[in-house]
């Protein structure tokens, strides 16, 4: 079955603004504390994401590079990785919402993208 839409899910250092100015468009958009995942490890967080289907947005950009690589060595899924530099919320939304209209959640699938 074709996934278009991107699901995403915010690492615990996004702000959740940016799950509501998503949401306000129509997507879907998760957050760390409405998971009730505060506190867990990065791993933890992307094995969570994954289990969902969830693409991941993050800051972390050291952390999550790793896992990526290690999911790839590993043989392993992730709905994909999305990092970004640290900006204004509205600045990340725009940014995040042009990747969300290029990418289908197909394509994004074991990937990592950066905005």
Known sequence: MTRLFISLYLDEDVSALIATLVRSRGLSATTTVEAG???KTDA?????????RLAILTHNRADFEK???EYYAQ???H???IIAVRRNPYE?????LQLLNDVTADEMDNQVRYI
């Open 44 to 52: 933890q967080q992307l094995a969570f994401a994954a289990q969902r």
């Open 37 to 39: 995942q505060t506190g």
């Open 75 to 77: 043989g392993l899924f």
């Open 67 to 69: 896992l990526a690589a």
């Open 79 to 81: 709905a994909g990785i």
């Open 92 to 96: 990340l939304t725009r940014r995040l």
